[in-house]
Nanobody
Framework: VQLQASGGGLVQPGGSLRLSCVASGRSFTSALVGWFRQATGKEREFVAATRMGGGSTAYADSVKGRFTISRDSAKNTWYLQMNSLKNEDTAVYYC????????????????????WGQGTQVTVSS
């Protein structure tokens, strides 16, 4: 199984980026998929998650209202639309997945995810 993240780059504060994660090697139609990020010198933190089959979503408080997670199960792909970006959003963004959904309260825990992408750098700077 491989997860391939893309879409990172350099953007000015207030700008937008759209990250994509394509999964290969197995079907993720029933999966829990998400995004985490890690800034230099900090621990990896939860950003957003959703069910590949649709339904609930979860967001970190720091991105709520600015970021949107979506998915296309037919393409085994999920996205992170990031709007109104701030300097503090600068980090390496990782996509993650686990084959089956777990209770909502565990969605934010990185140890619950089995598969990880390689990361894509997002830099917000003027």
């Amino acid at each position: 199984v491989q997860l391939q993240a893309s879409g990172g780059g350099l953007v000015q504060p207030g700008g937008s980026l759209r990250l994509s994660c394509v999964a290969s090697g197995r079907s993720f139609t029933s999966a829990l998929v998400g995004w985490f990020r890690q800034a230099t010198g900090k621990e990896r933190e939860f950003v957003a998650a959703t069910r590949m089959g649709g339904g609930s979503t979860a967001y970190a408080d720091s991105v709520k209202g600015r970021f949107t997670i979506s998915r296309d199960s037919a393409k085994n792909t999920w996205y992170l639309q990031m709007n109104s970006l701030k300097n503090e959003d600068t980090a390496v963004y990782y996509c993650a997945a686990r084959p089956s959904v777990i209770v909502f309260s565990y969605w934010r825990r990185s140890e619950q995810y089995e598969y990880w992408g390689q990361g894509t750098q997002v830099t917000v700077s003027s």
